[in-house]
């Protein structure tokens, strides 16, 4: 007797994740999808450590997970549902919206480079890593980054918390993040007055 295939409605997360279970176990299935091309939106997944666990058991790794453009960490549910609005307007939006965060970026780098921080220049991101070593203060960022809040009244993320395979790699850098009113901006560049002049 032929084992009738298991339909699977949807090539999603859970669909394709129920299909790869059902094939490891030797049942026949099915996939239907409405759309031609399985491809990544680009509008972030929410996936559970549960369910990132259960791919890792299905035998996809971090690695194999990037190339498929499936990340474990995404944009919360409003953003998504955002995201799904503004796919829809018109390039003027797109234009105002890519000199809008060019002039930021420019402010941001300004205040930097006034200060003696090294850093790359951004080309698609909306914040900068910067070297903070210049500043005598060492190069432990996560002290750093408390020192800055503490003493300077500016807030940052250590570099550190980006290197999961080594927070050395981090070490010495700290990230901040330009989509800021110019209030903000100015407020940030009158509080790094306080900083040491650089080395």
Known sequence: MTQSPVLIA???IGGLSVALTLHQ???????????ADIK???????????????????GFGPESLDTIGLQTVCAPTPLQEAMAVVIGLPDSYYQWLQ??????????LGIL??????????EGAYYV???????????DDMAFARWLIDEVGVATVPGSS????????GRGLVRFA????????DAVEERFKKLPAGR
Do not use: W
């Open 129 to 139: 890593m910067a070297d903070f070593r210049h500043l005598g203060r060492g190069d």
């Open 10 to 12: 949807g090539a999603g």
């Open 178 to 185: 330009f989509p800021k009113k110019d209030e903000t901006l």
């Open 113 to 122: 480079d006034k200060h003696g921080f090294k850093y790359a220049v951004p």
């Open 99 to 108: 000199a809008f965060y060019a002039s930021r970026r420019a402010r941001m």
């Open 162 to 169: 980006f290197y999961a395979s080594s927070a050395a790699l």
């Open 40 to 58: 990544p939106l680009g509008l972030g997944i929410n996936i559970q450590p549960n369910a990132v666990r259960e791919l890792y058991e299905l």
């Open 25 to 35: 176990i030797g049942v026949p299935c099915v996939v239907f999808e409405s759309v």
